[in-house]
């Protein structure tokens, strides 16, 4: 309604201003040149009003469906009147930079389908044009098996079985929700998909709908394997995605562990995009199973990491080198096996990679202020804090939790 306001009172609008230059031309023929030209105009509405005034009263009442119009549509959608006052339609719309290679011929629903975005998550290939909530123009396309390496498909109309699905949706710019129309069989698709390092897949696409969905398209395309993003060949922690959260997430627990043998269990369901995030993972550490709470947070500079995440990188792991004296042999033969000192390599360093180690063995601990705790380990908790716990006589018990940085040495007391 606010459109047709609009639209009608511009229309008004400039139905008066082609009366007033015939009016003038009727006055004279310098004056009708004159009166196309704005200043001139003015002096002949002054000079000749009575010819003039009816012009100008027609060209005034197309005022009154004008502003009641802009005023339904400021009421209405804030935004759109800016972008209308502000010109912006007129500019011509910029692509914003992808990091796909995708050239694509044909289109889709009788329009050209530009797509900036391409990925195959499982079995579902997606193609998708603009960067809103709803794209202007997507296609999806459903594969039977879910894809681990090359993809080779070929489907002719005539085919049977088990097909690909085909989704087609578009958004049109008076539409509020998208159009959607799916199929599954009767299509002609050819894909040649090869893996690209780290994350991609990239070949060549045909897919020819049937006649009534104006869909054809052929071309080469690249696509993304998972949610990671890559820049400078280093995952980009900025990127929400669930496969951020886990490369962060199993990175953490293999520094903390020392240990590459981390296989992460599927994550909670998270809500992105967001500032911090609390989870409990699960996960298996050199083969046992681990449950560990796990708080996120995101900054500006390091994207996404683990809240008091001190562990240093870890090393190469080097070809352990061979033991002369791996137990000692008496003079009989016999072989004599000594139990492992947990005391000979302690560090707080090595205690703060790999806790579990030292679960309830007796340490003492000399703070950098002069203070002294002394008990058994408990472990390291969320906040990456130690903690000691120490049964005072009688039923009571103590318990500390010391940063890492208030640690000025640290005694292991018991092998």
Same mark, same amino acid.
């Given at each position: 309604?606010?459109?047709?306001?609009?639209?009608?009172?511009?229309?008004?609008?400039?139905?008066?201003?082609?009366?007033?230059?015939?009016?003038?031309?009727?006055?004279?023929?310098?004056?009708?040149?004159?009166?196309?030209?704005?200043?001139?105009?003015?002096?002949?509405?002054?000079?000749?009003?009575?010819?003039?005034?009816?012009?100008?009263?027609?060209?005034?009442?197309?005022?009154?469906?004008?502003?009641?119009?802009?005023?339904?549509?400021?009421?209405?959608?804030?935004?759109?009147?800016?972008?209308?006052?502000?010109?912006?339609?007129?500019?011509?719309?910029?692509?914003?930079?992808?990091?796909?290679?995708?050239?694509?011929?044909?289109?889709?629903?009788?329009?050209?389908?530009? @797509?900036?975005?391409? *990925?195959?998550?499982?079995?579902?290939?997606?193609?998708? *044009?603009?960067?809103?909530?709803?794209?202007?123009?997507?296609?999806?396309?459903?594969?039977?098996?879910?894809?681990?390496?090359?993809?080779?498909?070929?489907?002719? @109309?005539?085919?049977?079985?088990?097909?690909?699905?085909?989704?087609?949706?578009?958004?049109?710019?008076?539409?509020?929700?998208?159009?959607?129309?799916?199929?599954?069989?009767?299509?002609?698709?050819?894909?040649?998909?090869?893996?690209?390092?780290?994350?991609?897949?990239?070949?060549?696409?045909?897919?020819?709908?049937?006649?009534?969905?104006?869909?054809?398209?052929?071309?080469?395309?690249?696509?993304?394997?998972?949610?990671?993003?890559?820049?400078?060949?280093?995952?980009?922690?900025?990127?929400?995605?669930?496969?951020?959260?886990?490369?962060?997430?199993?990175?953490?627990?293999?520094?903390?562990?020392?240990?590459?043998?981390?296989?992460?269990?599927?994550?909670?369901?998270?809500?992105?995009?967001?500032?911090?995030?609390?989870?409990?993972?699960?996960?298996?550490?050199?083969?046992?199973?681990?449950?560990?709470?796990?708080?996120?947070?995101?900054?500006?500079?390091?994207?996404?990491?683990?809240?008091?995440?001190?562990?240093?990188?870890?090393?190469?792991?080097?070809?352990?080198?061979?033991?002369?004296?791996?137990?000692?042999?008496?003079?009989?033969?016999?072989?004599?096996?000594?139990?492992?000192?947990?005391?000979?390599?302690?560090?707080?360093?090595?205690?703060?990679?790999?806790?579990?180690?030292?679960?309830?063995?007796?340490?003492?601990?000399?703070?950098?202020?002069?203070?002294?705790?002394?008990?058994?380990?408990?472990?390291?908790?969320?906040?990456?804090?130690?903690?000691?716990?120490?049964?005072?006589?009688?039923?009571?018990?103590?318990?500390?939790?010391?940063?890492?940085?208030?640690?000025?040495?640290?005694?292991?007391?018991?092998?």
């Amino acid at each position: 309604m606010d459109a047709l306001l609009i639209l009608g009172g511009l229309l008004l609008i400039l139905a008066g201003l082609v009366w007033l230059v015939v009016r003038a031309f009727g006055t004279g023929l310098l004056w009708g040149w004159a009166s196309l030209l704005p200043p001139f105009t003015l002096l002949y509405v002054l000079r000749h009003w009575r010819s003039a005034r009816q012009a100008l009263g027609l060209s005034a009442l197309g005022f009154i469906p004008l502003v009641v119009g802009l005023t339904l549509l400021a009421s209405q959608d804030s935004q759109r009147l800016q972008a209308l006052i502000s010109l912006q339609w007129l500019k011509p719309e910029v692509q914003a930079p992808t990091e796909l290679s995708i050239e694509l011929h044909g289109e889709l629903h009788g329009q050209p389908f530009l @797509p900036q975005q391409g *990925e195959l998550l499982g079995n579902v290939l997606s193609l998708r *044009e603009g960067q809103d909530f709803f794209a202007r123009r997507e296609l999806v396309i459903r594969l039977p098996q879910p894809v681990t390496g090359a993809l080779r498909l070929d489907v002719l @109309p005539g085919d049977q079985g088990p097909l690909p699905e085909i989704e087609v949706s578009w958004l049109l710019p008076e539409q509020e929700l998208p159009e959607a129309r799916r199929l599954s069989r009767g299509y002609t698709l050819h894909l040649n998909l090869q893996p690209v390092p780290p994350n991609k897949l990239a070949g060549d696409f045909h897919l020819v709908l049937p006649t009534q969905f104006k869909t054809t398209l052929s071309g080469k395309v690249e696509l993304f394997r998972d949610g990671l993003r890559y820049r400078d060949g280093m995952v980009d922690r900025h990127v929400d995605s669930s496969d951020t959260l886990a490369y962060v997430i199993k990175d953490y627990l293999q520094r903390r562990f020392a240990s590459r043998a981390v296989y992460l269990g599927d994550l909670p369901a998270v809500t992105l995009p967001a500032d911090s995030l609390e989870l409990t993972v699960e996960a298996q550490i050199n083969g046992q199973a681990q449950r560990l709470p796990i708080r996120l947070d995101k900054t500006e500079a390091r994207g996404w990491a683990v809240a008091a995440d001190h562990f240093a990188p870890l090393a190469e792991r080097a070809a352990p080198a061979p033991q002369a004296a791996a137990s000692v042999g008496t003079a009989s033969g016999e072989r004599v096996s000594r139990p492992l000192d947990r005391r000979l390599r302690f560090s707080l360093e090595g205690l703060l990679r790999n806790p579990s180690r030292y679960a309830n063995l007796n340490m003492r601990v000399l703070t950098v202020r002069g203070s002294t705790a002394e008990g058994r380990f408990q472990g390291v908790d969320q906040q990456g804090r130690i903690l000691i716990r120490q049964r005072l006589s009688g039923a009571g018990v103590v318990s500390y939790a010391l940063h890492p940085e208030e640690v000025g040495k640290i005694e292991l007391l018991e092998p």
